[in-house]
């Protein structure tokens, strides 16, 4: 077992881009709560792109190495990350997204190098056939899988037939969110939002997952002046969501504020929050939403039924149906009582079961069987044939 000058053992956690996406905000998170027990590093393919989640580690004082991939398939990353695994010698390497086509090789190489891997959407999504054709190889002799929800871990059994990989749910830092009401309304003032209007928020990236032309054309059916939308998040979409927001006259009451530091703040000023995604795994948004005091409106798919009751911590709707989506806000709107309800359910959830200090432990939890088990060979993963 190869440990650090300090005596721990060395967590290496590799992921394409340490941007700002939920992976990476989740694998920030969870290597500052790890660096109390390991000595953690994090990997990424891409060069740097100045991401919040790249401050928080170097914050946090860990170190971060990138090794400059172009786009596309980059056949230098393969003697790269070789390189890489020389210099840091890490105990464990834990993976992220679509960096295993790249890492196997080294792997293979290193019999006694434990791996773990989270798969942070539904199996089949989250891929190309190329990135399945190699996980199908490496969770069957080589990488432990773990899965952000049971929705994700049956997925990967289904898809892989395997037995169900453990399940660890994403956490937030649920303090951070807590609800502020002295927040409101300086935050509304700062950005001219009438303090008796009603604040539709949608956070994440606009790309089509998200489906936020659907949100768009709830919000333009609703047809209340009192109403006002904001879109928090950056993407490719976001040139198709101006361009119809334009098209539907909503210049005034549609808001699209791009990428945003202050994300605890906008949720405080705003009444209700809308994700109405096409497929997750286990979304951070969500999470931060219900910690921040918010009614949600949320589509029923991959994980989301695993973090809300239907009319209790939030309002579940098919996805893809904008007609349940205008009902859905309709009935936010209307009711204080249901909008409040929702709310202290939600906050009671959140900061029971979305922490942080929650999915750091079961890491440490499932990081410690395996470096138990690490004076011989790593176990391979029970497989279940049909």
Same mark, same amino acid.
């Given at each position: 077992?190869?440990?650090?000058?300090?005596?721990?053992?060395?967590?290496?956690?590799?992921? +394409?881009?340490?941007?700002?996406?939920?992976?990476? *905000?989740?694998?920030?998170?969870?290597?500052?709560?790890?660096?109390?027990?390991?000595?953690?590093?994090a990997?990424?393919?891409?060069?740097?792109?100045?991401?919040?989640?790249e401050?928080?580690?170097?914050?946090? !004082?860990?170190?971060?190495?990138?090794?400059?991939?172009?786009? !596309?398939?980059?056949?230098?990353? #393969?003697?790269?990350?070789? =390189?890489?695994?020389?210099?840091? *010698?890490?105990?464990?390497?834990?993976?992220?997204?679509?960096?295993?086509?790249?890492?196997?090789?080294?792997?293979? =190489? =290193?019999?006694?190098?434990?791996?773990?891997?989270?798969?942070?959407?539904?199996?089949?999504?989250?891929?190309?056939?190329?990135?399945?054709?190699? =996980?199908?190889?490496?969770?069957?002799?080589?990488?432990?899988?773990?899965?952000?929800?049971?929705?994700?871990?049956?997925?990967?059994?289904?898809?892989?037939?395997?037995?169900?990989?453990?399940t660890?749910?994403?956490g937030?830092?649920?303090?951070?969110?807590?609800?502020?009401?002295?927040?409101?309304?300086?935050?509304?003032?700062a950005?001219?939002?009438?303090?008796?209007?009603?604040?539709?928020?949608?956070?994440?990236?606009?790309?089509?997952?998200?489906?936020?032309l659907?949100?768009?054309?709830?919000?333009?059916?609703?047809?209340?002046?009192?109403? *006002?939308l904001?879109?928090?998040?950056? @993407?490719?979409?976001? +040139?198709?969501?101006?361009?119809q927001?334009q098209?539907?006259?909503?210049?005034?009451?549609?808001?699209?504020?791009?990428? /945003?530091?202050?994300?605890?703040e906008?949720?405080?000023?705003?009444?209700? #929050?809308?994700?109405?995604?096409?497929?997750?795994?286990? +979304?951070? !948004?969500?999470?931060?939403?219900?910690?921040?005091?918010?009614?949600?409106i949320?589509?029923?798919? @991959? !994980?989301?039924?695993e973090l809300?009751?239907h009319? /209790?911590? @939030?309002?579940?709707?098919?996805?893809?149906?904008?007609?349940?989506?205008?009902?859905?806000?309709q009935?936010?709107?209307?009711?204080?009582?249901?909008?409040?309800?929702?709310?202290?359910?939600?906050?009671?959830?959140?900061?029971?079961?979305?922490?942080?200090?929650?999915?750091v432990?079961?890491?440490?939890?499932?990081?410690?069987?395996l470096?138990?088990?690490?004076t011989?060979?790593?176990?391979?993963?029970?497989?279940a044939r049909?």
């Amino acid at each position: 077992m190869t440990h650090s000058i300090s005596g721990r053992p060395r967590i290496l956690h590799i992921l +394409p881009v340490i941007g700002h996406a939920g992976a990476e *905000q989740m694998t920030a998170n969870l290597l500052v709560g790890l660096s109390r027990s390991y000595d953690v590093g994090a990997l990424g393919l891409y060069d740097s792109v100045n991401s919040s989640t790249e401050k928080t580690l170097k914050q946090a !004082g860990l170190p971060i190495w990138f090794l400059g991939k172009h786009p !596309g398939f980059d056949a230098r990353m #393969f003697p790269r990350i070789d =390189r890489a695994l020389r210099e840091t *010698q890490p105990t464990l390497v834990h993976t992220h997204l679509s960096v295993l086509r790249y890492l196997l090789p080294s792997l293979i =190489r =290193r019999p006694a190098l434990i791996a773990v891997h989270t798969v942070h959407s539904l199996a089949e999504r989250e891929t190309d056939l190329l990135g399945r054709l190699v =996980r199908r190889f490496a969770f069957d002799r080589r990488v432990r899988p773990v899965a952000v929800s049971r929705a994700v871990a049956h997925s990967v059994s289904r898809l892989y037939n395997l037995a169900e990989p453990p399940t660890i749910p994403n956490g937030v830092p649920v303090s951070t969110f807590r609800f502020d009401p002295a927040a409101r309304p300086l935050w509304r003032k700062a950005h001219n939002f009438d303090n008796d209007a009603f604040l539709f928020i949608a956070t994440g990236r606009l790309e089509a997952p998200k489906n936020p032309l659907l949100v768009l054309r709830a919000f333009h059916e609703l047809n209340n002046e009192r109403c *006002q939308l904001m879109f928090v998040g950056d @993407g490719p979409l976001r +040139p198709q969501v101006e361009e119809q927001v334009q098209l539907l006259g909503l210049e005034k009451r549609v808001h699209i504020f791009g990428r /945003r530091t202050d994300i605890p703040e906008c949720l405080a000023a705003s009444d209700a #929050f809308v994700l109405c995604s096409d497929w997750e795994g286990n +979304p951070l !948004g969500l999470m931060e939403a219900m910690a921040s005091g918010l009614p949600v409106i949320v589509t029923c798919v @991959g !994980g989301v039924p695993e973090l809300i009751d239907h009319r /209790r911590h @939030g309002l579940l709707i098919p996805p893809g149906d904008c007609d349940a989506l205008r009902s859905a806000m309709q009935s936010l709107l209307d009711s204080s009582e249901l909008r409040e309800s929702i709310c202290r359910a939600a906050i009671r959830r959140a900061q029971t079961e979305f922490t942080l200090e929650r999915m750091v432990e079961s890491y440490d939890r499932l990081y410690q069987h395996l470096l138990e088990q690490s004076t011989t060979r790593l176990t391979p993963m029970a497989v279940a044939r049909s």
